[in-house]
T-cell receptor, first 113, second 109 residues
Framework: KAGVTQTPRYLIKTRGQQVTLSCSPI?????VSWYQQTPGQGLQFLFE???????NKGNFPGRFSGRQFSNSRSEMNVSTLELGDSALYLC????????????FGPGTRLTVT | GQNIDQPTEMTATEGAIVQINCTYQ??????LFWYQQHAGEAPTFLSY????GLEEKGRFSSFLSRSKGYSYLLLKELQMKDSASYLC??????????FGAGTRLAVHP
C-alpha cells in the first residue's frame, strides 16, 4: 500500500505570494490532517478534513485554509505569505478518528524569502 | 489549555534502557500517542494509550496515568538507529493531535 504523498517536497516563495500544497492520503483513509513544524514552535495542528468537511481547526490566522476533494486528496493554501510561514508542512491521514493512528507524509519544506 | 512537557534532550548508551517522560495538564483528551521522528523525516507511530497502564510493543513500551497527568516511553536494548526525536501527543476531537516539543535522544556506542 502506498504511503501518504505530498507535493511539492520543496518550495521557495516570496513574501506576499500565496502557495498551495497537496496531500494524497493512504488509499481508504478519509481523514486528512495538516500540521506545521518549526524549530521554535514544534508540531502544530492546522486543520482536519473528513469527507470533504473541515471538522477541526487549530489556532492559525485565516490566511491558512484548506479543502478536501471527493477522492480524499487534500490541499492547503497559504495566502499573503510571511517570513514566519517558513516551515515544514506535514499532512497525516487516518482511517477514522480517535484511536486510529495518523500516518504522516514526508512533508513540504516551504521557505519564504 | 494543554501544556505538554518533555525533556529537551537525553543521551544513552547502546544496549541500555531509557525512559522518556511526558507530563501534561489538560481538561480532557481521548488518548496519548508517541511518535518517533528522525532528522529530516516524517514522524512515525510508536504507540497509543487510551487506558491507564502499560502497552508493550517489542522493544518499546508506553505507560499512561491519567490521574497523574503522566506518560512515559520506555526503550529497551537501545540501538544506534534509535537516535531520534520522540514526540508525545494528546489526541483531541477529530484527529487533532497536540504535540509536546519532543525529546532528542542520542544513543552512543
Amino acid at each position: 500500500k502506498a504511503g501518504v504523498t505530498q507535493t511539492p517536497r520543496y518550495l521557495i516563495k516570496t513574501r506576499g505570494q500565496q502557495v498551495t500544497l497537496s496531500c494524497s492520503p493512504i488509499s481508504g483513509h478519509r481523514s486528512v490532517s495538516w500540521y506545521q513544524q518549526t524549530p521554535g514552535q514544534g508540531l502544530q495542528f492546522l486543520f482536519e478534513y473528513f469527507s470533504e468537511t473541515q471538522r477541526n481547526k487549530g489556532n492559525f490566522p485565516g490566511r491558512f485554509s484548506g479543502r478536501q476533494f471527493s477522492n480524499s486528496r487534500s490541499e492547503m493554501n497559504v495566502s499573503t505569505l510571511e517570513l514566519g510561514d517558513s516551515a515544514l508542512y506535514l499532512c497525516a491521514s487516518s482511517l477514522a478518528q480517535g484511536k486510529y493512528e495518523q500516518y504522516f507524509g514526508p512533508g513540504t519544506r516551504l521557505t519564504v524569502t | 489549555g494543554q501544556n505538554i512537557d518533555q525533556p529537551t534532550e537525553m543521551t544513552a548508551t547502546e544496549g541500555a534502557i531509557v525512559q522518556i517522560n511526558c507530563t501534561y495538564q489538560t481538561s480532557g483528551f481521548n488518548g496519548l500517542f508517541w511518535y518517533q521522528q528522525h532528522a529530516g523525516e516524517a514522524p512515525t507511530f510508536l504507540s497509543y494509550n487510551v487506558l491507564d497502564g502499560l502497552e508493550e510493543k517489542g522493544r518499546f513500551s508506553s505507560f499512561l496515568s491519567r490521574s497523574k497527568g503522566y506518560s512515559y516511553l520506555l526503550l529497551k536494548e537501545l540501538q544506534m538507529k534509535d537516535s531520534a526525536s520522540y514526540l508525545c501527543a494528546l489526541s483531541g476531537g477529530y484527529n487533532k493531535l497536540i504535540f509536546g516539543a519532543g525529546t532528542r535522544l542520542a544513543v552512543h556506542p
